[in-house]
């Protein structure tokens, strides 16, 4: 009986260890996220995407983005700003005069990177480490605009300045 139990002990961890679905090249598969819709005014909507980024940080400030709410008292102005705060980035976000979201803009450094950014780079540059990070992330009326890691990469005394997409093509070399 002793032996059966731990028999079926180890066949459940085993079979459990095999269970996340990969795609080619040991990737693991990202689902983007659907676009959230903050609030309703009469015929519009302001809408978010929030990004897939892997740091807590940023997923942090991006909920509580999310949960904020305007309030009427700042309604009627021609634009207001909102600015998120933490020690490594802000998000600024940006309202009409009918409280409509036109525009967010994140900036975080020193952020977790996402493997495919990470596996695209030192697969690159086999030799070289990465020393800083920026994630930058605009978008205007709900669509995307900008979507990139700024990089620094260092080999010895030399070093260079990526601009990198979180899919792990790299857009810039400096």
């Not at 999310?66 to 998000?91: F, Q, T």
């Not at 967010?104 to 990470?118: G, H, T, Y």
């Not at 030192?122 to 992330?137: A, E, G, K, M």
């Amino acid at each position: 009986m002793k032996s059966f139990i731990i028999i079926l002990l180890f066949l459940g961890l085993t079979s459990s260890s095999y269970s996340q679905d990969e795609t080619e090249k040991g990737k693991m598969k990202i689902e983007e996220l659907p676009g959230v819709v903050i609030k309703r005014i009469g015929s519009d909507f302001s809408i978010y995407i929030p990004d897939n980024n892997p740091d807590q940080s940023v997923k942090a400030v991006e909920e509580k983005f999310i949960a904020y709410d305007l309030g009427k008292e700042n309604e009627g102005y021609e634009e207001y700003l909102l600015i998120m705060e933490v020690k490594n980035g802000s998000l600024a976000a940006t309202y009409d005069e009918k409280g409509k979201l036109t525009r967010v803009v994140e900036d975080f450094r020193n952020v977790k990177l996402p493997s495919q950014v990470i596996f695209s780079v030192y697969r690159t540059y086999p030799q070289w480490s990465i020393v800083n990070d920026r994630f930058l992330y605009t978008q205007e009326e709900g669509d995307v605009i900008k979507k990139q890691y700024n990089l620094k990469i260092k080999k010895g005394k030399e070093t260079r300045k990526l601009v990198v997409r979180p899919n792990g093509e790299i857009l810039k070399i400096k």
